[in-house]
């Protein structure tokens, strides 16, 4: 226990020696996990959001008004005979209005209201039984026919439609939007490994002769290094402990009182607070003990 006093001290003095090195690492450090805080939850809320609409992918298949019931029945046991269909769900043309009326609000209501009758056909709703299996779904309900062109698998079939070009386009951006990200946060990590590095390097260069002097007289190379690692990490819990106050401070500000008007902000709810708070930090102390821990090893060679 003495050592580890002795040991903290002297990394307590080689900081305030180096205070301006010092200071540029932590701030670093600071500006490191705040957005690693922030992307977390993004990260997260990106993922969740992909896979609910991958979840709701769904083929509309919509009848003919004149569709009987009983086609509409023998179409229902045929769509649901598919391979790949998880469920197939009939929704009447009341239903169908009642669906456009909570999707669209007011608005819907007002048009509907203007056309006077309505004109939402009947639909059955196909789910595949997997997200990557909608268009083999989509496809077996429009084989080729005799002339090889895709063909309804019944008379009563008006149109089939679904969402996968929204999906596609929702892959994009999110795997977009991961790849700025994770670009971002690595430079910002390698700037806080150079800066720690730089500020463990400059206090070996002031101590040199010390340094010389302990060899001379036999200390070992760790008894050396623990001061140098020490360093690091006190530099890593500094700027992690500031950057979660910042962070908690703008949740309890920002985040929370937005989190009910805009769906976005509720980011936040997707991982525990206290979680999120224990992988910054112990992001941080990594970050800056692998920086003090590269460097020493290039550069502690006395």
């Not at 197939?88 to 043309?93: F, G, I, N």
């Not at 760790?222 to 020490?230: A, K």
Request: aromatic residues 6%; contains cysteine.
């Amino acid at each position: 226990m003495g050592k580890l006093f002795f040991f903290t001290g002297e990394a307590i003095r080689a900081m305030r020696k180096n205070m301006a090195p010092t200071t540029a690492a932590i701030v670093t450090t600071v500006l490191t996990a705040i957005l690693i805080g922030v992307l977390i939850p993004v990260f997260q809320t990106t993922q969740s959001k992909s896979a609910e609409v991958r979840g709701d992918l769904q083929v509309r298949v919509y009848l003919h008004d004149d569709a009987t019931l009983a086609e509409t029945t023998s179409l229902q046991n045929e769509l649901e005979a598919l391979p790949n269909v998880a469920s197939v769900t009939y929704l009447t043309k009341n239903d169908a209005l009642a669906e456009f009326k909570q999707d669209m609000g007011q608005e819907g209501r007002d048009v509907l209201e203007q056309l006077g009758s309505n004109p939402l056909p009947a639909n059955f709703i196909v789910k595949p039984d997997d997200a990557a299996n909608l268009d083999a779904v989509r496809a077996s309900i429009m084989p080729p026919g005799k002339n090889g062109q895709p063909t309804f698998i019944s008379p009563i079939v008006e149109k089939v439609d679904n969402r996968q070009a929204d999906a596609k386009k929702i892959e994009e951006v999110t795997g977009a939007l991961r790849i700025v990200l994770t670009v971002i946060t690595v430079l910002l990590i390698g700037a806080s490994l150079l800066l720690i590095g730089n500020t463990i390097r400059l206090s070996i260069y002031t101590r040199r002769r010390e340094i010389e002097v302990m060899r001379l007289v036999g200390a070992t190379r760790w008894f050396i290094r623990w001061p140098f690692m020490i360093e690091g990490v006190v530099v890593g819990m500094l700027g992690g402990a500031i950057a979660i106050l910042v962070l908690w401070i703008g949740k309890i500000t920002v985040v929370d009182p937005l989190s009910e008007s805009i769906p976005f902000a509720q980011a936040q709810d997707s991982m525990s607070f206290l979680v999120l708070v224990a992988c910054l930090f112990g992001a941080a102390v990594a970050v800056s003990a692998i920086g003090s821990g590269l460097t020493l090893r290039r550069f502690l060679r006395v």
